[in-house]
């Protein structure tokens, strides 16, 4: 049997495609700004090949053939495919109706999810956001296996190496050593080692051997006395007014506490370095109309680089 397909112009299918459109073949020819004549040339070269009349005339255009319509019902949903995957539409958040998974902390939720949220209700009503737990450790797996769409959190300036791997600062995070205001430690000269022998806690999310601060103490060949982790951001505070404990957070987190008055900063012997807090994703996303729609929302939402920490 001769494989039609193998020798055939495509290009036949658009004429095809449209004519089942329309009906109609000057304005088949219109819709593929053609002109009339090679609407009907290509149609001659499409029935030569396919062996079939395809369109009969009729007062007020062309009437599909039986043969032309069950090719048609096989086609169609394949051509829109291709269609739309050569040429997206104009994404229309206000029309969409689906969902995408985002890793963020606690931290990350309690400032952006309300102000998002809102902004969503009203823009995009149709688009559920399902939430997981972010860890900086753990991007590649969350994007390649967990179906994570993007994360918004705070990672090391070499994140973006990682291949795939894309960021956009929102904004920098500046950490400081938390304590309780009658804390031994919260008046005089924080010496370094009055800092690593007290009571320190942090937090260590998903994938971390160990927290931030603690890589880096060891880098400079320092251990402290860690005697608390923590799986949320949002219950340091709670801990570190009601104990002896201290701790180097992200300073921003006395903004949204009910206990900040009753905490004192100071800065730590070994300063934390800024991170930068933002959206990340991989490039596999890039051109998806959903995903890049959010990203641009977030960056509009939340950006501001340069500016202090939220």
């Known amino acids: 049997m001769k494989d039609v397909f193998r020798s055939m112009d495509l290009n036949l299918l658009r004429v095809f495609a449209a004519l089942m459109a329309e009906g109609n073949v000057t304005r088949a020819a219109d819709r593929l700004a053609l002109s009339q004549s090679a609407v009907s040339n290509a149609l001659g070269r499409l029935r030569r090949t396919l062996g079939d009349v395809l369109f009969e005339k009729v007062p007020f255009g062309v009437r599909p053939t039986t043969r032309a319509r069950e ?7 394949h051509f829109d495919a291709i269609r739309k995957a050569i040429t997206p539409e104009t994404f229309e958040p206000v029309r969409y109706s689906g969902s995408l998974t985002a890793a963020m902390s606690d931290y990350t939720v309690e400032r952006v999810m309300p102000r998002l949220a809102t902004y969503l209700t009203e823009h995009a009503p149709g688009m559920r956001l399902d939430l997981v737990q972010y860890s900086i450790s753990n991007l590649p797996t969350m994007f390649d296996r967990d179906g994570v769409d993007f994360a918004i959190g705070a990672y090391l300036n070499d994140t973006s190496q990682t291949s795939g791997i894309r960021t ?7 950490s400081s050593c938390l304590m309780r205001h009658d804390h031994p430690l919260a008046k005089g000269r924080l010496t370094l080692q009055r800092f690593l022998a007290a009571r320190h806690i942090d937090i260590r999310l998903p994938g971390m051997n160990m927290p931030v601060y603690d890589s880096l103490l060891a880098a400079h060949g320092l251990r402290r ?4 982790t923590l799986n949320h951001y949002t219950q340091a505070l709670a801990v570190l007014a009601q104990s002896d404990c201290i701790g180097v957070v992200p300073t921003s987190l006395l903004d949204l506490s009910p206990y900040s008055e009753r905490l004192v900063s100071r800065e730590p012997p070994i300063a934390m370095p800024v991170r930068p807090l933002g959206i990340i994703w991989h490039q596999r996303r890039d051109s998806d109309p ?5 990203r641009d929302v977030v960056v509009s939402l939340f950006s501001n680089k340069g500016s202090s920490d939220r």
């Open 71 to 77: 090719l048609w019902s096989v086609l169609e949903p």
């Open 168 to 174: 956009h600062e929102l904004w920098p995070i500046h």
């Open 225 to 228: 006395n860690l005697v608390l």
């Open 290 to 294: 959903a995903n890049q729609w959010l």
